[in-house]
Structure formats: C-alpha cells, structure tokens
C-alpha cells in the first residue's frame, strides 16, 4: 500500500524559509518520479515542482523558480522541498505526489493526471 506522508509545513514570514519532508512507504521509491504541487485558499491544485527517479533533472513552476529546491534521498525515502524567499502567495496546502512514470518531459510533470498517489498535505502559511 502506497503511503505518502508530508512534514515540516508551518507558519513563516515573508522571506522566511521552510523544509517540507515527504516520507515514502509501499512502493519503490527510487524508481518514480516525484512531484510537489499546492492548493492556495478557494483556489485549485497547482504543480510546483518535479524531480527525476534518480534525482537528475528538476523542473518547477514560474511562480517558484529561484526560490524553490526540489531535491530526493532515495537511500531515505524521502522527497524534500526547500522553500526560501517566501511569500504570503505561497501559502497553501502543499501535497506530495508520486508519478506513474520513472522519467517524464518537462511539461508533463504540469499534468496532474501524471500522478497516481498523493499525501495527505502540510500546510504552509506565509504572514506578518
């Protein structure tokens, strides 16, 4: 049984900084691509950020570029998302998400169709 668990969400200032942690059981994770994608306040599902099986390529969203470091232990486990620069936008509901494939082009990684399991989120808010 696949089960997705995030951790380290929490409240920030702007321009503060958060780790978000996704614990990964029930599958082999090394051989998955994996994303983070968010849920702002009466908004939709928003990828934000991919990563290859093995950790080799990363993409992110615009909106998250230059702040955002996606990055995986896979010896762990474990997908991580290093937020800096933070801003009362980011805030939300951030999920991880486990790909159906091991490798995908950039642009799919967008697709939330790409995705098979999901956590449960952490949320994130970014105040004074």
């Known amino acids: 049984q696949v089960q997705l668990v995030e951790s380290g969400g929490g409240s920030a200032q702007p321009g503060g900084s958060l780790r978000l942690s996704c614990a990964a059981s029930g599958f082999s994770f090394s051989n998955y691509a994996m994303s983070w994608v968010r849920q702002a306040p009466g908004k939709g599902l928003e990828w934000v950020s991919g990563i290859y099986s093995n950790g080799g390529n990363t993409y992110y969203a615009d909106s998250v570029k230059g702040r955002f470091t996606i990055s995986r232990d896979n010896a762990k486990n474990t997908l991580y998302l290093h937020m800096n620069s933070l801003k009362p936008e980011d805030t939300g509901l951030y999920y991880c998400?486990?790909?159906?494939?091991?490798?995908?082009?950039?642009?799919?990684?967008?697709?939330?169709?790409?995705?098979?399991?999901w956590g449960q989120g952490t949320q994130v808010t970014v105040s004074l």
């Open positions: 998400a486990k790909a159906i494939f091991r490798v995908m082009a950039a642009d799919v990684f967008a697709f939330l169709n790409s995705y098979d399991n």
